[in-house]
């Protein structure tokens, strides 16, 4: 594991702020359907991470157009324009619950190997990453969303606080935990088999175990 | 291991990082700008328009109505901030009853999941809980001046945007408040409970024994005795376990032992557990407490030994103030909020 980062993203520092969105969000209000369509764009890469951490790629883009014309038909519920990222990623979340619940999570992890985009280099690839992925999923929410941000979408700590409204401080405890808890599940489960398998024992473990001898249940709750 | 790499991409490169940048990148969104367009024309954007009065003042009738109701003493199944219940997998029960797609959870409900079911509930307006496989919870009050839920069993992940202290969950040994954040709540079958906090802080209460959890934190509570001691998961291992076996001595004896570990193994960052185990221990083994957070974090001015020991609050949050976890002010707080009293 000594390849360099896909392209050093990481090291942005953080462009924009959530007052960037009131302009906007009061154009929209006011029936600017271009004003919205900025907005879109702007904060899509935040609502992709959100749902990846549940549904696979192909519904994603699905589901991404889904989340805002859900945000465009209740923008005039929105009261704080500044608040709109914390708020679509809010609706997003309610989409990946919706999504869970039609699909009864019914994908396999090979179904998601088979679903990673033709750029990857080699068969190989796409079952390692399918492999992470699954990791991922199975990571308590508030380090899945930080590190899909961090790993997928490549921003750096501070820009997910941006984006996210966590402080600093809580972003960097997200993906350090997860990251540790990441290389455990990955370290113990060579093979996409094992990680299923490691899901099961989650589930199981998660159903109120022996917490004093400090086994942490991580328990595989839909999303 | 120095975490700059995942933090922002700066310092020395760390490999399984960067694996995964690589292996995850294809996933990302490149170019939002060749994003398809969104068909908004073919969608209505809800609008404060002549409707929307309308439609509030059906709201208002409809409040006014339930409130005379209410005050005439009818039965209403409303509440001031409603929860609601969702189904994520398997079926739960609400009541007993199998739970439909959703519903509304109403005050003294039982929502139960077994091995195979899940649920999402989103607490009125100012959170949601994930709850998983095998737990049993209810709701105690919704208004939007206090939400209040019971955990007797398993496991929930609640994130929560509200106020220090809106938010309280109950548990057989010790009552969990929230101060804005996320955390995992775990209780077995004993009533031994485990919280985990990933974003924010959580107060841990009982019978006047308090615990203050930091993200990055975990700490135990146990029937009879209340909260145990919190400390940082990336503490050692040594100093985890000595805490674990701390919270569960009743005799100079049988803490001795521990606390040693404990007092050897501690870093900076173990203030935390320090701080709490000051009132923890025996008070004959106190002053070794309070001897090596000095150690560690110096007394600021006005800060004294003597004082400490002697049970000085005021001295004491001074010294919290100075472990750099955060202000003691969100703790007075929600100890304003949530007097004793209200809390059992």
Same mark, same amino acid.
């Given at each position: ?26 154009? !929209? ?100 990453? !399918? ?93 | ?103 509304? #959870? ?67 040994? &010790? ?25 924010? *802080? ?36 040594? #100093? ?12 100079? &004896? ?64 001074? *010294? ?17 909020? *949530? ?6």
């Amino acid at each position: 594991m000594s390849s360099p980062p896909a392209d050093g993203r990481a090291g942005r520092a953080p462009a924009w702020s959530p007052e960037d969105d009131v302009p906007l969000v009061l154009a !929209a209000q006011a029936g600017e359907s271009a004003s919205f369509d900025a907005l879109y764009r702007r904060h899509a890469r935040v609502v992709r991470a959100v749902l990846l951490g549940r549904a696979n790629r192909e519904d994603v883009d699905d589901l991404i157009q889904e989340v805002f014309l859900a945000a465009w038909r209740q923008l005039g519920s929105l009261r704080d324009p500044a608040a709109f990222a914390g708020w679509v990623m809010t609706i997003a979340r309610h989409q990946r619950i919706d999504h869970a619940r039609r699909r009864r999570d019914h994908a396999t992890l090979e179904d998601a190997a088979g679903r990673l985009p033709v750029t990857s280099p080699s068969a190989t690839a796409g079952v390692e990453a !399918a492999r992470a992925l699954a990791a991922v999923r199975v990571l308590p929410v508030a380090y899945r969303e930080t590190l899909l941000l961090r790993l997928v979408e490549g921003m750096s700590g501070p820009e997910i606080a941006a984006r996210t409204g966590l402080t600093p401080e809580s972003v960097r405890v997200n993906l350090c935990r997860g990251m540790k808890m990441l290389r455990e599940t990955l370290d113990v489960s060579p093979g996409l088999a094992a990680v299923e398998r490691a899901s099961d024992r989650r589930t199981a473990n998660g159903s109120a175990g022996d917490v004093v001898a400090g086994r942490w249940p991580t328990p595989k709750v839909g999303r | 291991m120095n975490d700059d790499y995942l933090w922002d991409g700066s310092g020395d490169s760390d490999a399984d990082v960067a694996r995964l940048e690589q292996l995850l990148a294809p996933l990302a969104l490149r170019n939002p700008r060749a994003l398809p367009s969104l068909p908004l024309e073919d969608v209505r954007p809800v609008r404060a328009d002549w409707r929307g009065w309308v439609a509030a003042a059906a709201v208002v009738l409809v409040s006014t109505t339930v409130g005379w109701s209410m005050q005439r003493g009818t039965s209403v199944e409303g509440e001031g901030d409603p929860w609601r219940v969702a189904r994520v997998e398997g079926t739960p029960t609400l009541s007993a009853a199998p739970l439909a797609r959703h519903s509304r #959870l109403t005050r003294g409900r039982w929502l139960e999941t077994d091995e195979q079911s899940s649920a999402v509930v989103f607490v009125g307006k100012i959170g949601r809980l994930e709850v998983a496989p095998r737990s049993r919870l209810r709701l105690l009050q919704a208004s939007p001046q206090e939400h209040r839920a019971e955990l007797v069993r398993g496991t929930i992940e609640a994130q929560i945007w509200a106020p220090p202290g809106q938010f309280a969950v109950d548990t057989p040994s &010790a009552t969990a408040v929230d101060l804005g954040c996320a955390y995992t709540l775990t209780i077995d079958d004993r009533g031994v409970g485990l919280l985990t906090v990933q974003a924010g *802080w959580v107060g841990f209460e009982h019978d006047g024994r308090e615990s203050f959890i930091p993200a990055g934190a975990t700490g135990h509570t146990y029937p009879g005795r209340g909260p145990g001691t919190p400390a940082f998961d990336e503490a050692p291992a040594a #100093l985890r376990d000595a805490v674990r076996q701390l919270d569960v001595a009743d005799s100079v &004896a049988a803490q001795a032992g521990p606390l040693d570990v404990v007092l050897q193994s501690a870093r900076r960052e173990d203030g935390l557990t320090l701080w709490h185990l000051v009132d923890r221990v025996d008070p004959t083994l106190a002053p070794r407490v309070v001897d090596r957070l000095s150690s560690l974090v110096p007394m600021p001015d006005g800060v004294t030994r003597e004082g400490v020991l002697a049970g000085d609050h005021a001295m004491r949050d001074a *010294w919290w103030e100075a472990l750099g976890l955060g202000t003691a002010d969100w703790w007075r707080t929600w100890r304003q909020r *949530w007097p004793h009293e209200r809390l059992r």
